[in-house]
């Protein structure tokens, strides 16, 4: 079936460093990645949407700059939040699609900034 | 852009009790997916439909095939091991970009 994994499950950054988080993608290829971010009590924001052959798309409020990501086959995608800050915390998922179908969903990367 | 209204917020349900949850779209939507997230965080995907219903055990969603401007999610005889938080994500057409409802908080008591 159908597997994303993400890792680290869970990460303590100090404020003002960086941290990168993965995403794997197993028995499929993972022709879109989205990254979304829950902070607590939220829901799930987009943060940028990746296809391959296509320019990674950023929502607003949420850049390349602060948030880089690397997509550079179809089972692997990484992000990196940099320069995190207390706002930063919360859950990422990452979410690899075939295109044209559902999503499949880590289970996270938890960050904690202190 | 593109919003999910996700209701209720929040639900308690006794044991063996029926409920429903929904999703409205300000826009026509392609698809829709439901989760559920456990208390890990992770998101569990329950339904992806695109059109008409799907059912799973005590579990039955559909998706508005008209107008596809709506979803619900169909809870049969709660159990105690439903409670979670639930979440509908939908996809505009052709853009494969998820948003997701705000969630809805299920309490099943005994």
């Known amino acids: 079936g159908a597997l994303v994994y993400q890792y680290p499950r869970r990460t303590i950054c100090k404020s003002g460093t960086s941290m990168r988080m993965e995403c794997q993608a197993v028995g499929f290829q993972a022709t879109s990645v989205a990254w979304y971010r829950q902070s607590p009590q939220k829901t799930f924001e987009l943060i940028a949407l990746?296809?391959?052959?296509?320019?990674?798309?950023?929502e607003q409020n949420f850049t390349q700059e602060k948030f880089p990501i690397s997509h550079p086959n179809l089972s692997f995608s990484s992000m990196t939040v940099l320069n995190a800050y207390l706002e930063d915390r919360g859950l990422y998922l990452c979410g690899a699609s075939r295109g044209n179908s559902d999503y499949t969903f880590g289970s996270g990367t938890r960050l904690l900034v202190i | 852009g593109d919003q999910v209204e996700q209701s209720p917020s929040a639900l308690s349900l006794h044991e063996g009790t029926d409920s429903a949850l929904r999703c409205n779209f300000t826009?026509?939507?392609?698809?829709v997916q439901w989760f559920r997230q456990n208390s890990r965080g992770s998101l569990i995907s329950l339904f992806y439909?695109?059109?008409?219903t799907k059912e799973n055990g005590r579990l039955k969603s559909a998706f508005d095939s008209k107008e596809r401007r709506y979803s619900t999610l169909h809870i049969r005889d709660a159990q105690l091991e439903d409670s979670g938080t639930y979440f509908c994500a939908a996809e505009s057409t052709g853009n494969y970009k998820y948003v997701f409802g705000a969630g809805t908080r299920l309490k099943v008591i005994a």
């Open positions: 826009t026509t939507m392609r698809s």
């Open positions: 439909l695109a059109s008409g």
């Open positions: 990746s296809t391959v052959n296509s320019a990674i798309k950023y």
